[in-house]
């Protein structure tokens, strides 16, 4: 297995974390709400962040060259995420998932 940094394995935790979160929220608390919580814009936008956290994670995890590329896209959907989430209000476990995957995924970005 390739070395990974203190600060990959904390992105990695991150990212998963925020991977979680987003998807878990979406399929349950954003769906059981209703409303503007499942406004196509805010419900893709979730969708797309758990999966730029999975990727970003897992590019990582495969040692690939190419990760601080999208991990710089990953922090750019999270902050985006975490800005529209924190805005319809209620989703503050995954305005922080977000915020703090981005800032994970900016320090892997460089």
Known sequence: MH???SEMKVCIEDCLSCYQTCL???AGHCLETGGDHVEPHHY???LACAEA???SANFILLGSKHHPQ???ACADICDECAQVCERLGDMA???TACRRCAESCRTMAG
């Open 53 to 55: 956290c999975r990727t």
């Open 3 to 5: 070395h990974q940094s």
């Open 93 to 95: 476990e995954c305005v």
């Open 70 to 72: 999208y991990c710089r």
């Open 24 to 26: 878990g929220m979406a």
């Open 44 to 46: 893709r936008l979730m």
